[in-house]
């Protein structure tokens, strides 16, 4: 599936292609699969998450 565009302004027009993508990505899933797969997600902008204070911090302090 391709990457969502989403405009900078990040508008209503953006959630609702973000909407529709979970929906095609999920469709066909199972609970359990449903389950997993926002699990995962979830995970992984935890990590994003932390990537981006690590960052920061280490922008921070050497300044």
């Known amino acids: ?3 969502l565009v989403i405009s ?3 508008t209503i027009e953006d959630i609702h292609k973000i909407r529709e993508q979970n929906y095609e990505r999920t469709k066909d899933m199972t609970v359990a699969e449903k389950v997993a797969y926002y699990n995962n997600s ?3 902008a ?3 998450i932390e990537r981006r204070r690590a960052l920061k911090r280490k922008v921070v302090a050497s300044m």
């Open 1 to 3: 599936m391709e990457a």
């Open 8 to 10: 900078p302004d990040f």
């Open 42 to 44: 979830g995970k992984e």
């Open 46 to 48: 935890e990590r994003e």
